[in-house]
């Protein structure tokens, strides 16, 4: 065991000391065929934000829309490419492109190794930076501000997006309409509001299933076209109360397998004051460095929540994977739900 304490309430090495999924574990070939079961009206969504909103980087201004470009080609870029320059026989043209892309811009999973924490997991008295199940994901990285080769070389050999990637994220999901319920005023919705929202919905929570928050907050970035105005970002829709501990507990008991939402940070950010030293994304805390939990940001649910209202449904299947970039700490996505 790397390790001789584990923060309280976490489940590091209850999946395997070396485990590196998390609560993906859950999502089992019976959770898989548990939403086959949901697909009746043969119906498909797509669940992704075009990938240049919300534009701008209103929302984290370390954040950047995708940049696309291309390289030289004889003289021309590699773009409606003649082929006949290099064969005069020849009558193809061909395109090829390349993108600049924060991989937690738009509609994304974070991965595990996203968020940790300042945790003495050796005992021997110090506080050190690890991530989920007591992991080290990647050493320190030095370099000036902007510098793209900052993280060459670096470790990042455990917890990447692309273990994610690699279980293909399918299984039965659960929509949560806090919409209907909430409008789209800024509220903070703890463990309290939550319970009520699904006991009026009659939403049933399972060990494995994936939950969707449906706020309207897409809504509001798809109604900017691209010009985000960021006070208005900042009032708008429903977020989860990170720093309610009978919300974190609810996370903990329920067994969900992941925590998806339409908003920016799934929780309320930045968050509520804490008492003493905390962290300043508690629910990020709690989900990715405590129990493996992966959380999605920015889906576009809309169109979904709209059809599961007027069936009067809440479950759904739900296919999911992020890229398989090797090491990356997130990774856009876009994920399908079948009705």
Known sequence: ?????????????DFGADDELGRLNLLTPEKVLQGVAEVHAGRSFCLSLPLDLPGGNALNRFRHPPRRFTSGR?????????LN???????DIVSDDAVLLYTQYSTQWD??????????ADGDGVAE???????????????????????????????????????????RAVMIDLARHCGRERVLVDYVRLMEICATDKIVIEPGDM???YTGFADVIMEM????????????????????PALLQWITDSGLSVLIADNYAVEAYPAREGDGCCAALPLHEHCLFKLGIHLGELWYLTELAQFLRDAGRNRFMLTAPPLRLPGAVGSPTSPVALV
């Open 85 to 91: 320059r290099l064969n005069p026989a020849f009558t």
């Open 225 to 244: 076209n691209g010009e985000p105005d960021g006070h208005r970002l900042e009032t708008s829709c429903a977020v989860l109360d990170g720093r309610d």
């Open 111 to 120: 991965a595990l190794s996203h968020v940790g924490g300042l945790f003495d």
């Open 211 to 213: 939950v969707c928050l």
């Open 129 to 171: 930076p690890l991530y989920y199940n007591g992991w080290r994901a990647g050493e320190d990285v030095q370099g000036p501000a902007g510098h793209e080769d900052a993280l060459e070389g670096v470790n990042a050999k455990r917890l990447g997006i692309e273990k994610m990637a690699e279980t293909a994220v399918s299984g």
């Open 1 to 13: 065991m790397r390790w001789k304490n584990r923060p309280q309430g976490s489940n590091w090495g």
């Open 74 to 82: 004889e003289g021309k870029l590699n773009y409606n490419f003649e």
